[in-house]
Nanobody, 124 residues
Framework: EVQLQASGGGLVQAGGSLTLSCAVS????????IGWFRQAPGKEREGVSG????????YYVDSVKGRFTTSNDNAKSMVYLQMNNLKPEDTAVYYC?????????????????WGQGTQVTVSS
């Protein structure tokens, strides 16, 4: 059974940092793409970043480039989203998701497996 569990959210001041973690199980990481998504109240779910389990290729939405970094630790079956220089507009519920393709995608509909969300709140 494919399972993902996101954690690490919290309240932080603008300019601060948080690291989200996603524990994955039930599949061979090299065969899957992992995505990070966020959803703010009243807005659609947005692809933030993703990483290929096959070759570690990453993508980032323009609004987080240079501030967020996605990485994985295959030995620990963990994926991380390091978020620096956080802004109030980064406030959202963050999700990790997996798709049965070695490559990630920014589209939520490409993912079949979702973890529960973790709240990130950035105060100004």
């Amino acid at each position: 059974e494919v399972q993902l569990q996101a954690s690490g959210g919290g309240l932080v001041q603008a300019g601060g940092s948080l690291t989200l973690s996603c524990a994955v199980s039930g599949f061979d990481f090299e065969d899957y793409g992992i995505g990070w998504f966020r959803q703010a109240p009243g807005k659609e779910r947005e692809g933030v970043s993703g990483i290929s389990g096959r070759d570690g290729t990453t993508y980032y939405v323009d609004s987080v480039k240079g501030r967020f970094t996605t990485s994985n630790d295959n030995a620990k079956s963990m994926v991380y989203l390091q978020m620096n220089n956080l802004k109030p507009e980064d406030t959202a519920v963050y999700y990790c998701a997996a798709r049965s393709s070695p490559f990630s995608s920014p589209s939520p509909v490409a993912y079949s497996y979702w973890g529960q969300g973790t709240q990130v709140t950035v105060s100004s």
